[in-house]
């Protein structure tokens, strides 16, 4: 059982308009046990924030960074922190 963590994930490219958060969102639901969301900000980027097991994290990254998304991922820049909680399940915002 791996360690729970915090991943914030800043997606940029062509990630908005094109269903992004709501793939990330189905992608997050698909591993299980992760809990966040996926916000559109003001500069074209999409943050990605879930909280779970250390493995399940890595996999939601890998998907970001490399995986079948919609739109186009140029880069993704994540930091990783201590779980906060307070989150119900996995949201678009």
Known sequence: MSEDVRL???VRGHVQGVGFRWFTRAKALEIGGLQGF????????????????????????????????????????????????GYDGFAIR
């Open 8 to 10: 914030v994930a800043w």
């Open 38 to 85: 996926a916000l559109n900000l003001g500069d074209g980027r999409v943050q990605v924030v879930a909280e779970g097991a250390r493995d399940r994290c890595d996999r939601l990254l890998e998907w970001l960074q490399d995986g079948d998304t919609p739109g186009r991922v140029d880069g993704v820049t994540e930091i990783w922190d201590t779980p906060r909680g």
